[in-house]
Nanobody
């Protein structure tokens, strides 16, 4: 079993910054891609950013230039630095990881989410 636990969400004014963290723990052999997704009220979950184990990144157009994803493979942790936040960034942010378990199964895991609220 693998758990993903997000932290760092909260309330911030427009133009402010937040840093999200997500730690993976449990029966992990290695982690392939990690990423952040978000779901705003009444909307579908959408991709924010992903990062491969080698550090290659991909961003949604709406966050390019404002958000930065990074990871620490030794700590099984992924981060999302969010700058110049806008009210439309308000959402629950979810961490995702493609994990190769110690039993050598490839599994997709999600965290429970952390709420980011940006006030205008």
């Amino acid at each position: 079993q693998v758990q993903l636990v997000e932290s760092g969400g909260g309330l911030v004014q427009a133009g402010g910054s937040l840093r999200l963290s997500c730690v993976a723990s449990g029966s992990i052999f290695t982690i392939n891609d990690m990423g952040w997704y978000r779901q705003a009220p009444g909307k579908q979950r959408e991709l924010v950013a992903t990062i491969t184990s080698g550090g290659h990144t991909n961003y949604a157009d709406s966050v390019k230039g404002r958000f930065a994803i990074s990871r620490d493979n030794a700590k099984n942790t992924v981060y999302l630095q969010m700058n110049s936040l806008k009210p439309e960034d308000t959402a629950v942010y979810y961490c995702n990881a493609e994990v190769i378990t110690r039993s050598r199964y490839r599994m997709d895991y999600w965290g429970k989410g952390t709420l980011v609220t940006v006030s205008s």
